[in-house]
């Protein structure tokens, strides 16, 4: 007996959509009076990419007063429906054993993912899409890195720390609300200047700046990672090609969130 032939409809191919993963929270602690750390955990956990240094989720969160984020409905065209609230944060890190990932959430004046991370409490419910961004493999044959960044870059040049080989050496700056925001950096081969704002929060980035204006270019040839507010990282990129000499390809610079601006595009860097 013969086998009747199908014919499968074709169908126009269309744009995959990441898989949002809902999780809750395990824990949450404050890391410094300005930063909480924040283990999101559960099933749906497995499976997820392992991550380059850097890489983020994007982050559902609910609403104000609500239990559960709205979440992207995956049979409408983008735009369409209930708009989840989204924002972007660091996988400080992954633990597939325990199936749990570590936020730190630098908290600020206001803001939906700040706010929530100041009152997240075990069993609240989150999702997840990830992980994204342009990899960022550390360059074994550099001659030295100098990581720079704000608050809300302490978990990505946190990752960096741990991915660099040890041989190299490694200068940090760190720009942070106050002398209490400081994190204990182990490592061999690390200088670390912690640079604090003092609670001015609208000159985000200036003592960055003034810190990188102030030194040269370590010797030999070498890298930069910096990530923090997007107008002073871009007069401190500047200050990178011209002042120091370095090349582009010799940098990565992001603005991770803007003054003024609610949730701040993830692909910001500076390349314009
Ligand atoms: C790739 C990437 C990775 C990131 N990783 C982290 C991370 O691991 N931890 C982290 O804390 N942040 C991280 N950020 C920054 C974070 O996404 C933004 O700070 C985000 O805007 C915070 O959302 P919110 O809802 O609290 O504030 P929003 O609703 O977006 O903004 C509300 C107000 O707060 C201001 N604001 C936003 N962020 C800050 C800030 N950090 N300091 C002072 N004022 C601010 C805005 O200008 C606005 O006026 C990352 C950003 C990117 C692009």
Redesign the pocket.
């Known amino acids: 007996m013969g086998m009747a032939m199908t014919t499968e409809p074709t169908e126009a191919p269309r744009k995959r959509r990441p898989r949002i993963r809902t999780l809750e929270v395990r824990r949450a602690a404050h890391l410094t009076a300005g930063i909480v750390r924040v283990t999101l955990g559960g099933p749906e956990l497995e499976g997820f990419d392992t991550p380059t240094p850097t890489q983020?989720v994007k982050l559902f969160l609910p609403e104000p007063g609500r239990d559960r984020p709205v979440l992207p409905d995956p049979n409408l065209p983008r735009g369409e429906g209930p708009q989840p609230l989204m924002?972007?944060?660091?996988i400080r890190r992954l633990d597939l054993d325990r199936l749990e990932m570590d936020?730190?959430?630098?908290l600020?004046s206001?803001?939906?993912?700040?706010d929530w991370a100041a009152n997240a409490q075990p069993g609240a419910v989150v999702g997840i899409a990830g992980p994204g961004?342009r990899p960022c493999p550390p360059d074994d044959s550099s001659a030295w890195y100098v990581l720079a960044g704000d608050?809300?870059a302490l978990?990505?040049m946190g990752t960096l720390l741990e991915a660099i080989s040890p041989s190299i050496p490694v200068r940090l700056l760190a720009e942070v609300p106050s002398a209490n925001d400081r994190l204990d950096w182990n490592r061999a081969n690390l200088q670390v200047t912690w640079l604090d704002r003092a609670g001015d929060?609208m000159s985000?980035g200036s003592r960055l700046e003034a810190a990188l204006r102030a030194t040269t270019a370590p010797a030999g040839s070498g890298r930069v990672w910096l990530a923090c507010e997007a107008t002073a990282m871009r007069r401190i990129r500047r200050h990178l090609l011209d002042g120091w000499g370095l090349d582009p390809s010799a940098m990565v610079t992001?603005g991770?969130?803007?003054?003024?601006?609610?949730?701040?595009p993830?692909h910001d860097y500076g390349e314009d």
């Open positions: 983020h924002r972007t944060y660091t936020i730190d959430f630098a600020h206001w803001g939906i993912a700040s961004g608050e809300a978990p990505a929060a985000a992001r991770y969130w803007k003054q003024g601006e609610v949730n701040y993830d």
